[in-house]
Nanobody, 117 residues
């Protein structure tokens, strides 16, 4: 089993920055594309971005960075200019990027980011 594990969540003031990290543990025999999703209270899970994909959610465009040169089966999410609406549980996933579209296969348990006004 492949188990992505997120870290870096917590409380941050509006306008601040936060860096989330993720690493897949377990039976990581293959190299995976790694991506981020988030889910705010009362909302559907939203794709943020991933390695191997040019897609960026409009809600975070210009305020998030996902490097592509991480160690195998790892990924980070650097967020700046955080807004209260960025408050969500952020999920990391390992998957593939057929034709540049991220397809998650293994999900992390999530790390909570709370942005205070």
């Amino acid at each position: 089993q492949v188990q992505p594990v997120e870290s870096g969540g917590g409380l941050v003031q509006a306008g601040g920055s936060r860096k989330l990290s993720c690493a897949a543990s377990g039976r990581t025999f293959s190299s995976y594309a790694m991506g981020w999703f988030r889910q705010a209270p009362g909302k559907e899970r939203e794709f943020v971005g991933s390695t191997g994909s040019t897609y960026e959610a409009d809600s975070v465009k210009g305020r998030s960075t996902i490097p592509s040169d991480n160690a195998k089966n790892t990924v980070t999410l650097q967020m700046t200019g955080l807004k209260p609406e960025d408050t969500a549980v952020y999920y990391c996933a390992a998957g593939q990027t057929p034709r540049g579209t991220f397809r998650p296969s293994y999900w992390g348990q999530g790390t909570e980011v709370t942005v205070s006004s």
